[in-house]
């Protein structure tokens, strides 16, 4: 196995890995949170609480 085809296939996996952690997240409810603190986050800095 060359190199190039080793980093592909890391590439994959931690891609295909990312997909599965972010759907978990959303399955979970947590862009809900994230969101939601980041709006708090972002009035904050302009000034708005």
Not at 25 to 48: Q, S
Request: charged content about 25%; proline content about 0%.
């Amino acid at each position: 196995m060359g190199d190039v085809e080793k980093r592909r296939k890391f590439g994959r996996a931690f891609l295909i890995l990312g997909i599965v952690l972010l759907a978990l997240g959303i399955y979970r409810g947590e862009m809900v949170t994230v969101f939601r603190k980041a709006v708090v986050i972002c009035l904050e800095c302009i000034g708005i609480d």
